[in-house]
């Protein structure tokens, strides 16, 4: 499921037995469970942002946050519109983005702020923030958003990806925004 890099070295990736950090050329691997106080084995995203805080989306049972001093869990009594959770992106200015099965959402002083301008029936399934910090939203209808500057538009996919949901996006450096979808169904820039 997910994966981060941080500047450390350290790749971070979830998965369905939880969350695993690991650094090339050091031994042993950190494995958070509910053991370890997550919510979730069933791990679907996993990001740490600037503040060195790891945040990681679970299947059913919401977001959590881990700073090193202390653990929080974001749920719907929290403000999350739902507790599914498929993708996590830290904007520059430290903003958390959560893609939930019932929509995406910002997390900003405090409080999730539901985002407009993409259709209701569109589930985010992959984020990414280009170096020009425009957020790519790719869904599970597999319809691809960029939102820049509070305006989302829709770009329009080769129509055999269409209906096949978007799983990753990643930058190349020229700059193209590459897409892939589950299963093996398709993928492109």
């Known amino acids: 499921h997910g994966l981060s890099s941080l500047p450390d070295g350290t790749l971070w990736f979830g998965g369905d037995d939880g969350a695993f950090g690991f650094r090339p050329g050091h031994p042993g691997v950190t494995h958070l469970r509910r053991e370890q106080g997550l919510p979730s084995n069933h791990v679907t995203d996993v990001f740490q942002d600037s503040q060195g805080r790891l945040w990681i989306g679970t299947y059913g049972m919401g977001v959590y946050c881990y700073d090193t001093t202390r653990a929080r869990i974001y749920r719907k009594a929290q403000g999350l519109p739902g507790e599914r959770i498929n993708c996590l992106e830290v904007s520059a200015d430290g903003a958390l983005w ?60 080769q129509s055999q990806v269409e209906g096949h949901r978007i799983n990753s996006l990643v930058e190349d450096r020229e700059g193209r925004i590459w897409f892939g979808c589950r299963y093996g169904k398709g993928f492109g820039y």
């Open 98 to 157: 959560v893609g939930t099965e019932q929509g995406l959402v910002v997390y900003r002083e405090n409080q999730f702020i539901p985002v407009v301008g993409i259709d209701k029936r569109d589930i985010a399934t992959s984020l990414l923030f280009d170096k020009r910090q425009r957020l790519w939203i790719g869904t599970r209808n597999g319809r691809l958003y960029a939102f820049d500057k509070g305006e989302a538009e829709q770009f329009l996919i």
